[in-house]
């Protein structure tokens, strides 16, 4: 009941559309399209300002269904001022790895190879 609750508020908010700054971001990433093992969650102050504060959640299970994370998401937005706007792509976008920080710059990701060769922002 609780997962539900906090998984349709974020959907919801998310379906509203803009409403303006400071907005949300929330972004979840895997090491396949089926897994999220990784949630960041940033507050953009501006159109063209980067993220921050951002927060980042780490899982061996899929993230999307786990209760306390999504209500811990939901209370950081409300926490840092967002105005109800929630950008949040519908599917997973990509490696839970950081390039330049888990793996050299402009390599793929050695532990997740199943995103080498796809567009994580087409879902191809």
């Not at 998401?73 to 409300?78: E, M, N, R, T, V």
């Not at 490696?95 to 793929?108: F, I, S």
Request: hydrophobic residues 40%; positive net charge.
């Amino acid at each position: 009941m609780l997962r539900d609750r906090a998984k349709k508020a974020l959907q919801k908010k998310a379906r509203k559309g803009f409403k303006g700054y400071p907005a949300a971001s929330v972004a979840f990433y895997g090491p396949t399209d089926r897994l999220a093992t990784k949630m960041v969650v940033g507050i953009l102050p501006s159109e063209f300002a980067p993220a921050e504060p951002m927060r980042k959640w780490y899982r061996d299970h899929d993230l999307r269904q786990d209760a306390a994370a999504l209500a811990e998401a939901l209370a950081f937005i409300g926490e840092n001022g967002a105005l109800g706007s929630v950008i949040m792509p519908e599917r997973i976008i990509g490696c839970p790895h950081e390039e330049g920080t888990d793996y050299p710059e402009g390599e793929h990701c050695p532990s997740c190879t199943f995103w080498v060769g796809r567009n994580r922002f087409a879902g191809l």
